[in-house]
């Protein structure tokens, strides 16, 4: 009898793990029935969302950013377009709006989304005065209201944590600034970066560069500041403190898949209760996790989601054969930032070394640099793009990037001096 492994959510981490676990299971002739289920049969490679409002060469449409899904599904996996409403780890069943399916082994990979609802007044003035760039759809109504911008009190707001891409609001401010001064229109504009942080990002070291490479552009960083309200002209913190705003670009806050709640396999917030180490559920056996619906303390990234499908596929195949799933998930977490002006820093960390300065992915050669601006980090980010298409997303090796992370060519002194 076959074993049956169902694949849920067919986004980054969901295509990978199933195109993976099929591969492996051929090479090792194993009776292996992968199926992966889910409703985005066009795929958006969600990175390229940046870009739209800025309408950069090459993302001028939703349609620059996106491929249908059966088009990466490898042989071996049986994709099915459906939407997920429950799960039952008790009978191990998954029931679909058209079906039902039994499973051996579970993977979920349901992903987060934006819930605009969760700010009071936000859906009155979504696409009005406030706007977002987490949905195409969002960021094309950025995009016009960008281009009717004439200078005023630009907000750019991360509503409260976790959020997809943690650097991806700041990566927009960062080419906000460019953007207005091209127009002309810089010194017309106040931009001020409201976050929930104490600084532009949560680690330590790459805080203080990215804050202060926030504050070199003329950006006012408001830290320690989540959005309970957003009114006509203003948005409000929980503490009554108001910030004004002539447009206000927000990250709403997110949640994970209700059936995860629903299943007994969450956190209360859709994002499964996960084991960081083995990604294993910590509610249910037979089921692993990966990507952005996890509660694992690293980044929603699609970097993540890829290496942690490495995590999964191995353990499920352990599992299959009777042996205990192994706890080699590092957190390995790979991100470029853009910062404008043809230039990107590049991170690279896991759970336990946060992001420091040194070569990527080789050491002293690089070519990339780690914690610093440079036009080869640029290029890495737009080359990027079609890493995602032809090698990350059909679940290929990227050359020199383990899904653990390396130490080769960090600057890990740089910790020690910032104790
Ligand atoms: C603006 C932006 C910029 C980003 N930039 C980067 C970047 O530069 N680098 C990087 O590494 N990452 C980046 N990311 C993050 C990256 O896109 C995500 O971390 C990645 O897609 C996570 O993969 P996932 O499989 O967990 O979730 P997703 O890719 O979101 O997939 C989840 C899937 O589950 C499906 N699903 C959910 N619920 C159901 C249901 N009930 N029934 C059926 N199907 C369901 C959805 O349709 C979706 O296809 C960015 C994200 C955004 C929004």
């Given at each position: 009898?076959a074993t049956e492994v169902l694949v849920l959510g067919d986004g980054t981490g969901g295509i990978v793990t199933a195109n993976l676990l099929a591969s492996k299971a051929r090479k090792k002739d194993l009776q292996v029935n992968v199926k992966l289920i889910g409703n985005s049969p066009m795929h958006t490679y969600q990175p390229g969302m940046l870009f739209l409002p800025f309408q950069k060469a090459g993302y001028r449409r939703p349609s620059d ?355």
């Amino acid at each position: 009898m076959a074993t049956e492994v169902l694949v849920l959510g067919d986004g980054t981490g969901g295509i990978v793990t199933a195109n993976l676990l099929a591969s492996k299971a051929r090479k090792k002739d194993l009776q292996v029935n992968v199926k992966l289920i889910g409703n985005s049969p066009m795929h958006t490679y969600q990175p390229g969302m940046l870009f739209l409002p800025f309408q950069k060469a090459g993302y001028r449409r939703p349609s620059d950013i996106q491929r249908p899904t059966a088009r990466y599904i490898k042989a071996g996996v049986e994709y099915i377009t459906d939407r997920i409403t429950a799960l039952d780890p008790e009978s191990r069943t998954v029931t679909t709006e058209a079906s039902e399916y039994h499973y051996d082994w579970l993977v979920l990979a349901l992903g987060a989304r934006t819930v605009l609802d969760d700010v009071e007044g936000l859906p009155d003035f979504w696409g009005k005065k406030a706007f977002g760039f987490y949905t195409p759809a969002s960021a094309m109504a950025l995009a016009a209201a960008l281009e009717r911008f004439q200078g005023g009190n630009l907000v750019i707001d991360v509503a409260e944590m976790p959020i997809k891409c943690p650097v991806a609001p700041l990566e927009f401010a960062f080419l906000a600034d460019e953007y207005l001064r091209k127009r002309g229109l810089r010194d017309k504009t106040r931009i001020t970066y409201v976050t929930p942080l104490n600084g532009a990002f949560t680690k330590p070291v790459c805080n203080d560069v990215l804050t202060h490479m926030l504050v070199e552009k003329g950006i006012e960083v408001v830290p320690n500041a989540s959005l309970a309200e957003v009114r006509e002209d203003a948005m409000y913190c929980p503490d009554g403190q108001e910030i004004p705003f002539d447009m206000l670009v927000t990250i709403p806050p997110h949640e994970g898949a209700d059936v995860v709640d629903e299943a007994g396999l969450g956190d209360g917030l859709g994002f499964g209760v996960t084991d960081k180490y083995t990604l294993k559920s910590r509610k249910a056996d037979r089921i692993f996790l990966l990507g952005d619906g996890t509660n694992v303390p690293t980044s929603k990234a699609g970097s993540v989601a890829h290496f942690q499908a490495d995590v999964v596929v191995h353990n499920l195949l352990r599992e299959m054969a009777g042996e205990d799933a192994e706890p080699i998930a590092d957190g390995h977490s790979n991100c470029f930032i853009e910062t404008g002006f043809n230039k990107a820093v590049l991170i690279d960390f896991n759970y336990d070394t946060q992001p420091v300065p040194g070569t990527f992915p080789l050491p002293v050669i690089g070519p990339m640099s780690l914690l610093k601006e440079t036009y080869a980090n640029h290029l890495g980010k737009l080359a990027f793009k079609q890493v995602y298409w032809h090698m990350l997303l059909p679940g290929r090796p990227i050359p020199l990037v383990g899904s653990r992370m390396s130490t080769s060519g960090k600057h890990l002194e740089a910790l020690e001096q910032h104790a």
